[in-house]
């Protein structure tokens, strides 16, 4: 059992309840004199000591706010630590890094040891600006808005209200009827809140513009990909990516498209895309949250003894808030805890097989804490987003071995495993057209909200297949793009799945070949944490860092022929 690792720099019962309780400490780092490279070695341990503490406690007060939004008491206490203590954490750390990058002894460090960190660090000092504290602190305040509104969201359908992702269930019903009466009342919720979404969109917009213009940039997009430490790729490569979507991904998806058509025998509707052609009813693959907890750890033994140990952890520790109910935020997540090394996952599981592959992709994330919890600096463990999420997508499909837990009979799980791959190819345009809309959107950041709408529906065609018939429902499409929460909260942070969805297929191909080697790969990989370049961190796991078309081509191949296999 992992417990809190024993304080050096800080007292173990240290709480955070005003600024003056963490203010010495910052004071003792910046006032600190170093005299030889141990001292300044030791310097990095107390820092990091002290900003793995602020990081967990910021971030316990973001998951009990998530996971129950109707409470102000939690929602206050995460808006005092963005309002009240961050704002005053964000100077100092930039005087921490100038301190840093200023010392004699700094030439002294292993250079394949803090590399990473230390280019991290000067890319921090050449963007931070003290007029964009306060701005941070009111974009923070602002984006968690999102959950609160969408998390309030309910429908009622046969005289039972759920939550929004419990009547999503009803869109994979055989009964057209249903699904429509589903799509109706779902959107027609979301309907209700779409000019206050649009308001609270276009305050952000001109906030992150603002932040932005006061660092030095023309606009949100170029100062958000040096925020992003993006060294390893340019705007240039996601432009490239979008093209390569279109080219090699755009056709499987038509030809998905049609075969659901035949199977059908009629036109495709939007509460057509999620049922089964067979007239099949919908998995359901768990029974509650913890059946999902119990055949999740069954599922990862039969991968890796390692991988059900550390959900067997985190079940012992309750860091798992699986169910759905209302009240509760959207979405799903792993947050690392950076004191603990023990992560917590929130999602919103109703019972189907797509809470499976959330559940797996979630326990990828935690296995990544896991794995890199050794690393001496907590900016070590901090990973790119596009290393992260190779480290879920890549759990997504080598837990295929032990997803017989969940699936009973083969049939069941050659349905879900075909519908998963096919999910997989389909959300890559999904992906393209979020990501080639926030370029956009920072890049015009005058636009109106009606420009916004007309943008999105000229993506939504030249990323779609033309198949789905969306008369009548125009206004739903044109304003589909609000349900994606990483626009609000979170943004430019999306085109990091496609490149690690293609990462995760290149692993799962090697795994097929050679079991022992590929999860030996894949496990040194994610115990590297942030101390290598992303493309170096991709070889290590046995693949390329690459999103040229040639390479994506490559990939579908393999993807098709998989899927004949589930046949």
Same mark, same amino acid.
């Given at each position: 059992?992992?417990?809190?690792?024993?304080?050096?720099?800080?007292?173990?019962?240290?709480?955070?309840?005003?600024? +003056?309780?963490?203010?010495?400490?910052?004071?003792?780092?910046?006032?600190?004199?170093?005299?030889?490279?141990?001292?300044?070695?030791?310097?990095?341990?107390?820092?990091?000591?002290?900003? =793995?503490?602020?990081?967990? #406690?910021?971030?316990?007060?973001?998951?009990?706010?998530?996971?129950?939004?109707?409470?102000?008491?939690?929602?206050?206490?995460?808006?005092?630590?963005?309002?009240?203590?961050?704002?005053?954490?964000?100077?100092?750390?930039?005087?921490?890094?100038?301190?840093?990058?200023?010392?004699?002894?700094?030439?002294?460090?292993? @250079?394949?040891?803090?590399?990473?960190?230390?280019?991290?660090?000067?890319?921090?000092?050449?963007?931070?600006?003290?007029?964009?504290?306060?701005?941070?602190?009111?974009?923070?305040?602002?984006?968690?808005?999102?959950?609160?509104?969408?998390?309030?969201?309910?429908?009622?359908?046969?005289?039972?209200?759920?939550?929004?992702?419990?009547?999503?269930?009803?869109?994979?019903?055989?009964?057209?009827?249903?699904?429509?009466?589903?799509?109706?009342?779902?959107?027609?919720?979301?309907?209700?809140?779409?000019?206050?979404?649009?308001?609270?969109?276009?305050?952000?917009? =001109?906030?992150?513009?603002?932040?932005?213009?006061?660092?030095?940039?023309?606009?949100?997009?170029?100062?958000?990909?040096?925020?992003?430490?993006?060294?390893? !790729?340019?705007?240039? +490569?996601?432009?490239?990516? @979008?093209?390569?979507?279109?080219?090699? %991904?755009?056709?499987?998806?038509?030809?998905?498209?049609?075969?659901?058509?035949?199977?059908?025998?009629?036109?495709?509707?939007?509460?057509?895309?999620?049922?089964?052609?067979?007239?099949?009813?919908?998995?359901?693959?768990?029974?509650?949250?913890?059946?999902?907890? #119990?055949?999740?750890?069954?599922?990862?033994?039969?991968?890796?003894? /390692?991988?059900?140990?550390?959900?067997?952890?985190?079940?012992?520790?309750?860091?798992?808030?699986?169910?759905?109910?209302?009240?509760?935020?959207?979405?799903?997540?792993?947050?690392?805890?950076?004191?603990?090394?023990?992560?917590?996952?929130?999602?919103?599981?109703?019972?189907?097989?797509? +809470?499976?592959?959330?559940?797996?992709?979630?326990?990828? @994330?935690?296995?990544?804490?896991?794995?890199?919890?050794?690393?001496?600096?907590?900016?070590?463990?901090?990973?790119?987003?596009? %290393?992260?999420?190779?480290?879920?997508?890549?759990?997504?499909?080598?837990?295929?071995?032990?997803?017989?837990?969940? /699936?009973?009979?083969?049939?069941?799980?050659?349905?879900?495993?075909?519908?998963?791959?096919?999910?997989?190819?389909?959300?890559?345009?999904?992906?393209?057209?979020? +990501?080639?809309?926030?370029?956009?959107?920072?890049?015009?950041?005058? @636009?109106?909200?009606?420009?916004?709408?007309? !943008?999105?529906?000229?993506?939504?065609?030249?990323?779609?297949?033309?198949?789905?018939?969306?008369?009548?429902?125009?206004?739903?499409?044109?304003?589909?793009?609000?349900?994606?929460?990483?626009?609000?909260?979170?943004?430019?942070? !999306?085109?990091?799945?496609?490149?690690?969805?293609?990462?995760?297929?290149?692993?799962?191909?090697?795994?097929?070949?050679?079991?022992?080697?590929?999860?030996?790969?894949?496990?040194?990989?994610?115990?590297?944490?942030?101390?290598?370049?992303?493309?170096?961190?991709?070889?290590?796991?046995?693949?390329?860092?690459?999103?040229?078309?040639?390479?994506?081509?490559?990939?579908?191949?393999?993807?098709?022929?998989?899927?004949?296999?589930?046949?």
């Amino acid at each position: 059992m992992i417990t809190i690792i024993k304080r050096k720099f800080l007292p173990n019962k240290l709480k955070v309840t005003s600024w +003056d309780v963490l203010a010495p400490f910052f004071k003792q780092l910046l006032d600190r004199e170093i005299n030889n490279i141990e001292e300044l070695e030791n310097w990095l341990k107390d820092r990091s000591e002290l900003e =793995a503490f602020v990081s967990e #406690d910021l971030a316990w007060r973001y998951v009990k706010m998530t996971c129950d939004t109707t409470n102000k008491d939690l929602e206050q206490a995460y808006l005092f630590f963005v309002t009240e203590i961050e704002p005053q954490i964000s100077p100092l750390s930039d005087q921490l890094n100038k301190k840093l990058v200023a010392c004699k002894f700094i030439n002294e460090l292993n @250079h394949d040891k803090y590399f990473i960190y230390l280019r991290g660090i000067k890319k921090e000092i050449e963007i931070f600006r003290e007029e964009n504290v306060p701005l941070m602190a009111e974009i923070a305040t602002e984006s968690q808005k999102y959950g609160s509104i969408v998390g309030s969201m309910s429908v009622e359908i046969d005289g039972k209200e759920l939550t929004l992702q419990q009547a999503a269930n009803f869109l994979k019903n055989p009964d057209r009827s249903i699904r429509e009466n589903a799509f109706v009342k779902i959107n027609e919720v979301r309907s209700k809140y779409n000019a206050e979404l649009d308001e609270l969109f276009d305050k952000l917009i =001109a906030l992150r513009h603002q932040v932005a213009v006061n660092a030095g940039f023309d606009n949100f997009r170029d100062y958000m990909f040096a925020a992003l430490g993006r060294f390893d !790729y340019s705007t240039d +490569d996601c432009f490239a990516f @979008h093209n390569a979507i279109q080219t090699e %991904v755009l056709p499987l998806v038509k030809a998905f498209n049609e075969k659901r058509k035949a199977e059908l025998g009629h036109d495709l509707k939007p509460w057509d895309m999620e049922v089964d052609t067979k007239n099949r009813e919908a998995l359901e693959p768990f029974t509650s949250g913890k059946d999902l907890i #119990d055949r999740t750890v069954k599922c990862f033994r039969k991968v890796d003894d /390692y991988f059900a140990w550390c959900i067997e952890t985190m079940d012992n520790m309750e860091r798992l808030d699986l169910e759905s109910r209302k009240g509760k935020a959207p979405g799903g997540y792993n947050y690392p805890m950076s004191e603990t090394s023990v992560p917590f996952i929130f999602m919103n599981a109703a019972s189907s097989t797509r +809470d499976v592959e959330t559940m797996l992709h979630e326990g990828g @994330h935690a296995v990544h804490s896991f794995l890199s919890k050794d690393l001496e600096l907590a900016a070590f463990k901090n990973c790119p987003s596009e %290393v992260a999420e190779l480290a879920s997508m890549s759990m997504e499909l080598i837990s295929y071995d032990g997803q017989d837990e969940f /699936y009973t009979n083969k049939e069941d799980f050659n349905r879900a495993k075909e519908e998963h791959l096919e999910g997989i190819i389909k959300i890559l345009p999904w992906i393209a057209t979020i +990501d080639k809309f926030q370029h956009w959107i920072y890049t015009n950041p005058k @636009h109106t909200a009606d420009e916004r709408k007309t !943008y999105w529906v000229q993506l939504s065609k030249e990323f779609g297949t033309g198949m789905v018939n969306w008369d009548g429902y125009e206004d739903i499409q044109a304003y589909s793009w609000q349900k994606q929460l990483h626009l609000y909260e979170v943004p430019f942070y !999306y085109i990091e799945y496609g490149m690690a969805q293609l990462g995760a297929l290149a692993v799962w191909k090697n795994y097929i070949t050679d079991k022992p080697t590929a999860l030996a790969q894949y496990k040194a990989a994610l115990s590297l944490g942030y101390t290598k370049t992303i493309g170096d961190i991709y070889k290590t796991a046995g693949i390329e860092f690459n999103f040229t078309a040639p390479y994506i081509k490559q990939l579908m191949e393999f993807v098709k022929d998989e899927l004949a296999n589930c046949n």
